[in-house]
């Protein structure tokens, strides 16, 4: 089963609004990431904030992590028509290079101009 | 996608034929991953390697199976490919970020069709 779940499914704004989106998850994490995929590409990683953290910043994001309800946020600010794409989070048990990452099914965030 | 390619990119096959994907990396990074992209169902890991011939599996890895013989190339094989692996497959290699985070660097993908 998926461990981390993303809300809403699909999300649609316009040019230069904020898009939110979420995730929850069900067992304890060492950290959480987000990760990016556009159409007919790879996901590429956006940014990550560790169980200890509550609050990231990197540029246009902000990632918020509240581990009591076991759920994070991602926010886009002033959003573009390039961040069209899909948006993934990603929960990791533990720190390292083996902690195998578990992935959520996806957010679609379409930009309109 | 830099540092890391996938081959081939698509591919057609039929029901019961061996199917070998291949990804290659330059990053010289210790761990490699196969995961599998299905609507509905996200990304799910296949297999992933911690070294030369070092290999364990992941949650859906029934019907595959994997080699690592250099540090550079891993192989994810279906020995008798049936439809309902039809799927985008993606080979990622892990980038140690600050304090030994676990953060993934993906390839491009690779599109299999079993008819």
């Known amino acids: 089963s998926q461990q981390g779940e993303e809300d809403p499914q699909a999300l649609s704004i316009q040019e230069g609004e904020n898009a939110t989106m979420n995730c929850s998850y069900k067992t304890s994490i060492n950290n959480l990431q987000w990760y990016r995929q556009n159409s007919g590409r790879g996901l590429v990683h956006l940014i990550l904030i560790r169980s200890n953290e509550r609050e990231k910043h990197s540029g246009r994001l902000r990632v918020t992590l509240d581990t009591s309800k076991k759920s994070s946020s991602l926010l886009i600010t002033a959003s573009r028509a390039a961040d069209t794409a899909s948006y993934f989070c990603a929960t990791a048990p533990n720190t390292g290079a083996n902690s195998k990452l578990t992935f959520g099914k996806g957010i679609t965030l379409s930009v309109r101009p | 996608d830099a540092g890391i390619t996938q081959s081939p990119r698509h591919k057609v096959t039929e029901t019961g034929t061996p199917v070998t994907l291949r990804c290659h990396q330059t990053e010289n990074h210790r761990y490699m991953y196969w995961y599998r992209q299905d609507p509905g169902h996200g990304l799910r890991l296949i297999h992933y390697?911690?070294?030369?011939?070092?290999?364990d599996k992941g949650e859906v890895s029934d019907g595959y199976s994997v080699s690592r013989s250099k540090t550079e190339d891993f192989l994810l094989t279906l020995e008798s490919a049936t439809s309902s692996q039809t799927s985008v497959y993606f080979c990622?290699?892990?980038?140690?970020?600050?304090?030994?985070?676990?953060?993934?660097?993906f390839g491009a993908g690779s599109r299999l069709t079993v008819l």
């Open positions: 390697s911690y070294g030369v011939k070092d290999t």
């Open positions: 990622a290699i892990s980038l140690d970020g600050a304090s030994g985070a676990n953060v993934l660097t």
